[in-house]
């Protein structure tokens, strides 16, 4: 196997671990440690390491070793630490926490797409809400999910606001993680396709508050459909 996929899984594989609690904050490793937990070379272990610091999830000096950083310190928009706390006992809290920047975020991004003005991005996320409507009818929840994370990138995009924009990386990490991880439920629930198309056409239409507001339902929408899916209930996709 290649250097680089040997070594991303290594990485993939403390990662899980450190979200886990299985290694703890401030435990400190040594380079043999990973080399042997994980049957690797020095070079491999060491550029997971590396890749592990670009992270922040852990820090490394010389006669000291691998310390294990806080979470709270780490790049918690990176999306693989996202995906690495999805895949946790503690998956609920970056569930909410995603849910929460979701909710201030994006009926802002909405309000600005209104005001832009932009014609193409306008048109961009018309024609996702038609994706996701065509995915809904024909029960083709991947391409939804697609189509849905198609439809935020954009709708972040047309905010012109650069730093709103790089969020559409984790709002799609979070739509795709939950079909992967199997919090979301079976059924399309058609009314989410429709208050996509109603932030779409009031985007179109130059409606900031409009927009703002229909963007707001969607988000806190997906927040209680989190909920109800973790307490055991069901409902139909809120995205």
């Known amino acids: 196997m290649e250097l680089q996929g040997l070594h991303g899984q290594v990485v993939d594989r403390i990662g899980l671990s450190l979200a886990a609690d299985e290694i703890r904050a401030g435990e400190v490793l040594r380079l043999e440690d990973v080399q042997e937990?994980?049957?690797?070379?020095?070079?491999?272990?060491?550029?997971?390491?590396?890749?592990?610091?670009?992270?922040?999830?852990?820090?490394?000096?010389?006669?000291?070793?691998?310390t294990v950083r806080p979470m709270p310190e780490?790049?918690?928009?990176?999306?693989?630490?996202i995906r690495w706390r999805l895949a946790s006992p503690r998956r609920e809290v970056q569930l909410r926490e995603l849910a929460e920047l979701r909710a201030a975020v994006e009926p802002s991004a909405a309000a600005l797409a209104a005001a832009s003005g932009d014609a193409e991005a306008r048109q961009a996320l018309s024609e996702h809400a038609r994706a996701m409507a065509s995915a809904?009818?024909?029960?083709?929840?991947?391409?939804?999910?697609?189509?849905d994370a198609a439809f935020h990138r954009a709708l972040l995009g047309a905010s012109?606001?650069?730093?709103?924009?790089?969020?559409?990386?984790?709002?799609?990490?979070?739509?795709?993680?939950?079909?992967?991880?199997?919090?979301?439920?079976?059924?399309?629930?058609?009314?989410?396709?429709?208050?996509?198309?109603?932030?779409a056409e009031a985007v179109a239409a130059g409606r900031s508050a409009e927009a703002a507001q229909a963007v707001t339902v969607i988000v806190n929408a997906a927040h209680s459909e989190v909920e109800d899916l973790l307490a055991g209930g069901s409902c139909g996709y809120g995205v």
């Open 37 to 66: 937990r994980y049957g690797v070379s020095r070079t491999v272990a060491r550029e997971a390491v590396r890749v592990l610091e670009s992270k922040r999830a852990v820090t490394s000096r010389p006669r000291i070793g691998i």
């Open 74 to 81: 780490w790049n918690l928009y990176d999306p693989q630490v």
């Open 136 to 147: 809904a009818r024909s029960g083709d929840s991947a391409g939804f999910v697609e189509a």
């Open 160 to 199: 012109g606001n650069g730093m709103f924009a790089q969020l559409a990386e984790v709002t799609e990490e979070l739509l795709v993680a939950r079909r992967e991880l199997s919090l979301m439920p079976h059924d399309i629930d058609m009314a989410a396709v429709r208050r996509h198309q109603e932030v």
